[in-house]
T-cell receptor
Framework: DTAVSQTPKYLVTQMGNDKSIKCEQN?????MYWYKQDSKKFLKIMFSYNNKELIINETVPNRFSPKSPDKAHLNLHINSLELGDSAVYFC????????????FGQGTRLTVV | AQSVTQLDSQVPVFEEAPVELRCNYSSSVSVYLFWYVQYPNQGLQLLLKYLSGSTLVKGINGFEAEFNKSQTSFHLRKPSVHISDTAEYFC???????????FGTGTSLTVIP
């Protein structure tokens, strides 16, 4: 059973399109995250949700909108895609105030052409 | 806030040689420390973590790390590397009372046959 799963794994799309990436965790965690990994492998946190509420919103263009329908899901919707959005996006989850690490999904490689 | 510095962006090492990947952190509060590994085209997998107690932490695949509070370091070591250890390694820190994870910029370990 996959702990944190993301779909799709690969996404190729044209500039200006709108796309979504889905994430689900079956670990019973209360906190979920979206990270962006650029071509230099740098991992930057984008958003963090705790019990469906946004708690971190780093400097991210407002074209990016996270949605958490329940504690087990955190989706990422991106409007008006730009070339610079090309990256690998990782979803992760953890349990607040517990001695746990963050568990990561396999990533979604987004290519904007 | 916390931050992490990985001092080496690339580390080439011959097979069966020892390796040390360096990590320093900055924080005004007590922290948890982690090392993650990322194999090509995969997500991040936890190698080991320091929460409290013994400063020498053992992880998977023969890796270990030592927490040094006075030097604010958490260096990763392996006495004898294998080809399969070729990957990107990330050091991460989180505040012990919170659930934000801050990552270093990564160290690319290449094991040479």
């Amino acid at each position: 059973d996959t702990a944190v799963s993301q779909t799709p794994k690969y996404l190729v799309t044209q500039m200006g399109n709108d796309k979504s990436i889905k994430c689900e965790q079956n670990l019973g965690h209360d906190t979920m995250y979206w990270y962006k990994q650029d071509s230099k492998k740098f991992l930057k946190i984008m958003f963090s949700y705790n019990n469906k509420e946004l708690i971190i919103n780093e400097t991210v263009p407002n074209r990016f909108s996270p949605k958490s329908p329940d504690k087990a899901h955190l989706n990422l919707h991106i409007n008006s895609l730009e070339l610079g959005d090309s990256a690998v996006y990782f979803c992760a989850s953890s349990q607040e105030r517990r001695n746990t690490e963050a568990f990561f999904g396999q990533g979604t490689r987004l290519t904007v052409v | 806030a916390q931050s992490v510095t990985q001092l080496d962006s690339q580390v080439p090492v011959f097979e069966e040689a020892p390796v040390e990947l360096r990590c320093n952190y900055s924080s005004s509060v007590s922290v948890y420390l982690f090392w993650y590994v990322q194999y090509p085209n995969q997500g991040l997998q936890l190698l080991l973590k320091y929460l409290s107690g013994s400063t020498l932490v053992k992880g998977i695949n023969g890796f270990e790390a030592e927490f040094n509070k006075s030097q604010t370091s958490f260096h990763l070591r392996k006495p004898s590397v294998h080809i399969s250890d070729t990957a990107e390694y990330f050091c991460a820190v989180s505040a012990s009372f919170g659930n934000q994870f801050y990552f270093g910029t990564g160290t690319s370990l290449t094991v040479i046959p």
